[in-house]
C-alpha cells in the first residue's frame, strides 16, 4: 500500500521561562498508508495533539522530517505546498468554537474553494451536496454557527473537511464533547466516509474504546514517546510495553 | 434501618426561565428522593435538565422575575424552598455541597487554594485561622494529596486536571457535608484521572457516609460506582431504578437506545454503530406529550399529546412509557424485536 504521510524521527521542545525545556515530542517516526486509520492514544499532557499541530503545519519541527505523499514538506516550493493543504485536513475537539461566528454555512463551506478556486461555476451545487454528505438540509446555508447543536456544528466541520477533497484527515477527539445518542452518529458518518473517499485518518483520543473500534493501528504515547505501535487487536491482546499493558487493560 | 433515611426529597420541582417572552421549560415536574450513604446517579444529554436540578437544590436558581421555580426541596425535615437567602447560606457548601465541571472556572485564580479551602471552614464553623490550617491540610490529604503541606501555598493555575478537581472535592468536604452533588467532576479528565476521581468518591461515601448525587452523560462511567440511577430526558425522569437492574433490563425506548449505542465489546472493527436518530429536543418548544417521541421508533398516537405516568417495572424500577400500561397490547416492551 502507498504510504499517504512518513513521519521520521520528529522533535518538538519547548522552552520555559525558567530555562526549563519540555520535550512534547521526543524523537517520533511513524507512517500512515492509504485508507488506514491510525489511533493515537495516551495521558493528557502526553504530547498527541502537539504531533497532530507539526502535522498539520501549526507548529513547526525543531527536528526531523515530515514527508506527505513522498515529499519533504520543507522541500516543498509554495505551490506544492498549497496544494498540500487541499489534500491534508482536521477536524476538531469543539465543533462550535472551531467555526468562525462572523460566517454563515455557506461562507464557511465556500472559503476554501474560494482560495484554491475550486468549482468556480457551481459552488453552490458543492456546497449542497456536502451537506447532504454529513446530514444537514439546504436551509442551513444562510444560517449563523450559533443556530446549531454542538452536534449539528461538528456536522458542518467535517463537511468544511471535506469540501476540498482531502486525502488525510487529523481527527482531534472528534467526539468527546458530543452526547451520548449523538456520538454512535458521528462514528458512523467518519467511517462511512473513510469507506467511501478511501481515507486516511489520524485519529487522537482518549476514549479507548472508540479509537479501538475505529483504528486499524494504535499508537501508545508516553510523554512524547511512542511506546507501542501495533495493530489494534495485538495491542489489546497481546501488548508488548508494561505501560501499555497498564493504560489499556485498566478497566 | 438507618441506611434507609431520607436525606433529601425533591417533591415535583419545575424550573423555567423567561427569556424574550419565551418561557423556556428546563426542568418539568420532578420528583425523586436521596437516601443517607447512597449513590445516585442522574444520566442525561445536554438540556435534560439535570444541571438544573443539581442548582436548584443547591439554591444558586431562585425565584426571580426571569426564573420561576416551584416545587418542594426538603433536606431533613427542613424546606429548602422557604428558606431566605442568609438562611440558604448556612446550610450551602456546609449541608450540602457541590462540585462542578470545571475547576479552572470555579475556583478563585488570585487566592492560594489553602485559603479556599479554609474560606468555607471560617465561615461556616466559626474556627480560629490555626485550626483551620490544620483542618485544610488534613482536607487536601483526604482527597489523596501528597505532601499537602506544600499544595496549600499553591495557585488554581499551577494545579493539573485531577489535581484541580482534588482540590474541589476537598473544599465541598471540608465542612463534612450530608449531600455531595457532584456535576460531571469528570468530563474534562483523560481517562486514567477519571477512574481515580471515581475511587475517590466511592472511598468518601465509604468512610464518611456521605450522600453522593453524581450527574454525568457518560453510562459506562457508573455502572459499578452508583446505587441508583434517574434517566432524564427533556427535563424529565424516563426511567429510575438500581443501576444493575436498569443495565440488565433497560425499558424506555430512549434508555434502550442510550445502552445500545455505548460501544460493546462484541462488535466488529469498524461495524456501523446503533443510533438514535434525531437530535434532543429543543427546550423552546417542547412537545405536549412525552418529549422522546419525535425519535421513538414504537411511538403511538397516544405519546403525541399525553404524559405516561410512571409505571412500575420491577421493584424500584420505574418508567414512564405508555408501552408499559397495561392496556397496551404491543409486543416491543419486552425487546424482542431490538436486534
Same mark, same amino acid.
Given at each position: 500500500?502507498?504510504?499517504?504521510?512518513?513521519?521520521?524521527?520528529?522533535?518538538?521542545?519547548?522552552?520555559? %521561562?525558567?530555562?526549563?525545556?519540555?520535550?512534547?515530542?521526543?524523537?517520533?517516526?511513524?507512517?500512515?498508508?492509504?485508507?488506514?486509520?491510525?489511533?493515537?492514544?495516551?495521558? /493528557?499532557?502526553?504530547?498527541?495533539?502537539?504531533?497532530?499541530?507539526?502535522?498539520?503545519?501549526?507548529?513547526?519541527?525543531?527536528?526531523?522530517? #515530515?514527508?506527505?505523499?513522498?515529499?519533504?514538506?520543507?522541500?516543498?516550493?509554495?505551490?506544492?505546498?498549497?496544494?498540500?493543504?487541499?489534500?491534508?485536513?482536521?477536524?476538531?475537539?469543539?465543533?462550535?468554537?472551531?467555526?468562525?461566528?462572523?460566517?454563515?454555512?455557506?461562507?464557511?463551506?465556500?472559503?476554501?474553494?474560494?482560495?484554491?478556486?475550486?468549482?468556480?461555476?457551481? *459552488?453552490?451545487?458543492?456546497?449542497?451536496?456536502?451537506?447532504?454528505?454529513?446530514?444537514?438540509? *439546504?436551509?442551513?446555508?444562510?444560517?449563523?454557527?450559533?443556530?446549531?447543536?454542538?452536534?449539528?456544528?461538528?456536522?458542518?466541520?467535517? %463537511?468544511? %473537511?471535506?469540501?476540498?477533497?482531502?486525502?488525510?484527515?487529523?481527527?482531534?477527539?472528534?467526539?468527546?464533547?458530543?452526547?451520548?445518542?449523538?456520538?454512535?452518529?458521528?462514528?458512523?458518518?467518519?467511517?462511512? #466516509?473513510?469507506?467511501?473517499?478511501?481515507?486516511?485518518?489520524?485519529?487522537?483520543? $482518549?476514549?479507548?474504546?472508540?479509537?479501538?473500534?475505529?483504528?486499524?493501528?494504535?499508537?501508545?504515547?508516553?510523554?512524547?514517546?511512542?511506546?507501542?505501535?501495533?495493530?489494534?487487536?495485538?495491542?489489546?491482546?497481546?501488548?508488548?510495553?508494561?505501560?501499555?499493558?497498564?493504560?489499556?487493560?485498566?478497566? | 434501618?438507618?441506611?434507609?433515611?431520607?436525606?433529601?426529597?425533591?417533591?415535583?420541582?419545575?424550573?423555567?426561565?423567561? /427569556?424574550?417572552?419565551?418561557?423556556?421549560?428546563?426542568?418539568?415536574?420532578?420528583?425523586?428522593?436521596?437516601? *443517607?450513604?447512597?449513590?445516585?446517579?442522574?444520566?442525561?444529554?445536554?438540556? /435534560?435538565?439535570?444541571?438544573?436540578?443539581?442548582?436548584? #437544590?443547591?439554591?444558586?436558581?431562585?425565584?426571580?422575575?426571569?426564573?420561576?421555580?416551584?416545587?418542594?426541596?426538603?433536606?431533613?425535615?427542613?424546606?429548602?424552598?422557604?428558606?431566605?437567602?442568609?438562611?440558604?447560606?448556612?446550610?450551602?457548601?456546609?449541608?450540602?455541597?457541590?462540585?462542578?465541571?470545571?475547576?479552572?472556572? /470555579?475556583?478563585?485564580?488570585?487566592?492560594?487554594?489553602?485559603?479556599?479551602?479554609?474560606?468555607?471552614?471560617?465561615?461556616?464553623?466559626?474556627?480560629?485561622? %490555626?485550626?483551620?490550617?490544620?483542618?485544610?491540610? !488534613?482536607?487536601?490529604? *483526604?482527597?489523596?494529596?501528597?505532601?499537602?503541606?506544600?499544595?496549600?501555598?499553591? &495557585?488554581?493555575?499551577?494545579?493539573?486536571?485531577?489535581?484541580?478537581?482534588?482540590?474541589?472535592?476537598?473544599?465541598?468536604?471540608?465542612?463534612?457535608?450530608?449531600?455531595?452533588?457532584?456535576?460531571?467532576?469528570?468530563?474534562?479528565?483523560? #481517562?486514567?484521572?477519571?477512574?481515580?476521581?471515581?475511587?475517590?468518591?466511592? !472511598?468518601?461515601?465509604?468512610?464518611?457516609?456521605?450522600?453522593?448525587?453524581?450527574?454525568?452523560?457518560?453510562?459506562?462511567?457508573?455502572?459499578?460506582?452508583?446505587?441508583?440511577?434517574?434517566?432524564?430526558?427533556?427535563?424529565?425522569?424516563?426511567?429510575?431504578?438500581?443501576?444493575?437492574?436498569?443495565?440488565?433490563?433497560?425499558? $424506555?425506548?430512549?434508555?434502550?437506545?442510550?445502552?445500545?449505542?455505548?460501544?460493546?465489546?462484541?462488535?466488529?472493527?469498524?461495524?456501523?454503530?446503533?443510533?438514535?436518530?434525531?437530535?434532543?429536543?429543543?427546550?423552546?418548544?417542547?412537545?405536549?406529550?412525552?418529549?422522546?417521541?419525535?425519535?421513538?421508533? &414504537?411511538?403511538?398516537?397516544?405519546?403525541?399529546?399525553?404524559?405516561? !405516568?410512571?409505571?412500575?417495572?420491577?421493584?424500584?424500577?420505574?418508567?414512564?412509557?405508555?408501552?408499559?400500561? $397495561?392496556?397496551?397490547?404491543?409486543?416491543?416492551?419486552?425487546?424482542?424485536?431490538?436486534?
Amino acid at each position: 500500500m502507498d504510504k499517504i504521510l512518513e513521519i521520521k524521527n520528529v522533535k518538538k521542545y519547548f522552552k520555559l %521561562a525558567n530555562k526549563k525545556i519540555i520535550k512534547a515530542v521526543d524523537d517520533i517516526s511513524f507512517n500512515i498508508k492509504k485508507g488506514e486509520t491510525l489511533g493515537l492514544v495516551g495521558e /493528557s499532557g502526553c504530547g498527541k495533539t502537539t504531533l497532530g499541530k507539526i502535522i498539520m503545519g501549526i507548529y513547526k519541527p525543531e527536528r526531523g522530517q #515530515i514527508i506527505f505523499f513522498g515529499k519533504d514538506i520543507h522541500l516543498m516550493d509554495r505551490i506544492e505546498y498549497r496544494n498540500l493543504s487541499r489534500k491534508r485536513q482536521m477536524i476538531f475537539q469543539d465543533g462550535l468554537s472551531a467555526l468562525n461566528p462572523r460566517m454563515t454555512v455557506k461562507d464557511i463551506l465556500e472559503e476554501g474553494m474560494e482560495i484554491h478556486k475550486l468549482y468556480v461555476d457551481n *459552488r453552490i451545487k458543492k456546497v449542497v451536496e456536502l451537506l447532504e454528505i454529513v446530514g444537514l438540509t *439546504r436551509d442551513s446555508l444562510y444560517r449563523y454557527p450559533h443556530e446549531f447543536s454542538i452536534g449539528q456544528a461538528q456536522r458542518i466541520g467535517i %463537511a468544511r %473537511a471535506l469540501a476540498l477533497d482531502p486525502k488525510f484527515i487529523i481527527l482531534d477527539e472528534p467526539i468527546s464533547s458530543l452526547d451520548v445518542s449523538i456520538q454512535a452518529q458521528i462514528i458512523n458518518l467518519l467511517l462511512e #466516509i473513510q469507506r467511501e473517499r478511501n481515507l486516511s485518518y489520524l485519529l487522537i483520543g $482518549h476514549d479507548l474504546d472508540i479509537v479501538r473500534h475505529m483504528s486499524d493501528r494504535i499508537a501508545i504515547m508516553k510523554s512524547g514517546k511512542i511506546v507501542e505501535l501495533s495493530s489494534t487487536e495485538e495491542a489489546w491482546n497481546n501488548p508488548n510495553h508494561p505501560y501499555t499493558k497498564m493504560f489499556l487493560l485498566q478497566e | 434501618m438507618k441506611e434507609r433515611e431520607k436525606v433529601l426529597e425533591v417533591k415535583n420541582l419545575k424550573v423555567s426561565f423567561n /427569556s424574550n417572552g419565551h418561557e423556556l421549560k428546563a426542568v418539568q415536574d420532578i420528583s425523586f428522593y436521596l437516601n *443517607r450513604g447512597e449513590i445516585l446517579a442522574i444520566v442525561g444529554e445536554s438540556g /435534560s435538565g439535570k444541571s438544573i436540578t443539581a442548582q436548584s #437544590i443547591m439554591g444558586i436558581i431562585q425565584d426571580y422575575t426571569s426564573v420561576k421555580r416551584e416545587g418542594n426541596i426538603i433536606y431533613k425535615d427542613l424546606d429548602l424552598t422557604t428558606l431566605s437567602e442568609k438562611e440558604m447560606g448556612t446550610i450551602r457548601g456546609s449541608k450540602i455541597a457541590m462540585v462542578f465541571q470545571n475547576y479552572s472556572s /470555579s475556583l478563585n485564580p488570585t487566592m492560594k487554594i489553602g485559603k479556599q479551602i479554609q474560606e468555607s471552614l471560617i465561615k461556616h464553623q466559626d474556627l480560629q485561622k %490555626a485550626i483551620a490550617y490544620k483542618k485544610s491540610i !488534613e482536607a487536601l490529604r *483526604r482527597v489523596g494529596i501528597k505532601n499537602p503541606e506544600e499544595w496549600y501555598y499553591q &495557585y488554581p493555575h499551577q494545579l493539573s486536571g485531577g489535581m484541580g478537581q482534588r482540590v474541589m472535592i476537598a473544599i465541598a468536604l471540608a465542612c463534612n457535608p450530608d449531600i455531595l452533588i457532584c456535576d460531571e467532576p469528570t468530563t474534562a479528565l483523560d #481517562i486514567n484521572n477519571q477512574r481515580q476521581i471515581i475511587n475517590l468518591l466511592e !472511598e468518601i461515601q465509604d468512610k464518611l457516609s456521605t450522600s453522593i448525587i453524581f450527574i454525568t452523560h457518560n453510562l459506562k462511567l457508573i455502572n459499578n460506582f452508583a446505587h441508583r440511577l434517574l434517566i432524564m430526558y427533556g427535563g424529565l425522569i424516563v426511567e429510575r431504578g438500581p443501576v444493575k437492574e436498569i443495565e440488565k433490563n433497560p425499558s $424506555h425506548p430512549y434508555t434502550r437506545g442510550l445502552y445500545k449505542s455505548i460501544l460493546q465489546r462484541e462488535l466488529r472493527p469498524k461495524e456501523k454503530l446503533y443510533t438514535i436518530e434525531g437530535s434532543p429536543p429543543n427546550i423552546k418548544n417542547l412537545p405536549k406529550g412525552c418529549p422522546f417521541y419525535p425519535r421513538c421508533q &414504537y411511538a403511538m398516537k397516544i405519546c403525541v399529546n399525553t404524559r405516561a !405516568e410512571e409505571i412500575e417495572v420491577k421493584d424500584g424500577h420505574k418508567v414512564a412509557c405508555w408501552l408499559y400500561h $397495561h392496556l397496551c397490547q404491543r409486543t416491543e416492551k419486552r425487546g424482542e424485536d431490538f436486534g
